[in-house]
Antibody
């Protein structure tokens, strides 16, 4: 049973870089796509990007210029960096994982607990 | 940019059938996934690949697809099904979520 535990700074000033990490416990690290998703207060889910164990990444076109997702397979961790944050980046950030490969994907069936990030001067 | 369109809200009485739709131009070519998010909780996958149900998800949850619309159906709705529901699908190499539908159990 795969479980995710995430952590990172919860309060940032405008223009700083948001940094979050998600650790994978209890199961395989390869064979998954690892995603970051965020949810502004009172609003819906927004996909930020994903990475696999081979460090192949895909990013949301709207955030691509500010996002970096990386992976450390030795620690079974993946990380998110979002640069030049503004108040619009405030929200809950989730890490999530879904079994998949080039020709199949089974959806995000494991999620982290969420981290509330507030951007304020 | 690619969009998935969901109705903002659906209301049903207990025991009735709730249907939540999700529309998008690429849905005939791409699978859809559905998530349930109860207030203050983490999203849970309830349907994958249009119609498949993960283990542990009650049988009253089902999915279907027709053209540019996919539908999440909850048969015999229970009070515990009150939640926000999100569809997810792909546009080429990136994922998109629908805006979400609030299911209210009257």
């Amino acid at each position: 049973q795969v479980q995710l535990q995430q952590w990172g700074a919860g309060l940032l000033k405008p223009s700083e870089t948001l940094s979050l990490t998600c650790a994978v416990y209890g199961g395989s690290f390869s064979g998954y796509y690892w995603s970051w998703i965020r949810q502004p207060p009172g609003k819906g889910l927004e996909w930020i990007g994903e990475i696999n164990h081979s460090a192949n990444t895909q990013y949301s076109p709207s955030l691509k210029s500010r996002v970096t997702i990386s992976v450390d397979t030795s620690k079974k961790q993946f990380s998110l960096k979002l640069s030049s944050v503004t108040a619009a980046d405030t929200g809950v950030y989730f890490c999530a994982g879904g079994v998949g490969a080039d020709t199949y994907y089974y959806g995000m069936d494991v999620w982290g607990q969420g981290t509330t990030v507030t951007i304020s001067s | 940019s690619y969009e998935l369109t969901q109705p903002p809200s659906v209301s049903v009485s207990p025991g009735q059938t709730a249907r939540i739709t999700c529309s998008g131009d690429a849905l005939p070519k791409q699978y859809a996934y559905w998530y349930q998010q109860k207030a203050g909780q983490v999203p849970v996958l309830v349907i994958y690949k249009d119609t498949e149900r993960p283990s542990g998800i009650p049988g009253r949850f089902s999915g279907s697809s027709s053209g540019t619309t996919v539908t999440l159906t909850i048969s015999g709705v229970q009070a515990e099904d009150e939640a926000d529901y999100y569809c997810q699908s792909a546009d080429s190499n990136f994922w998109v979520f629908g805006g979400g539908t609030k299911l209210t159990v009257l």
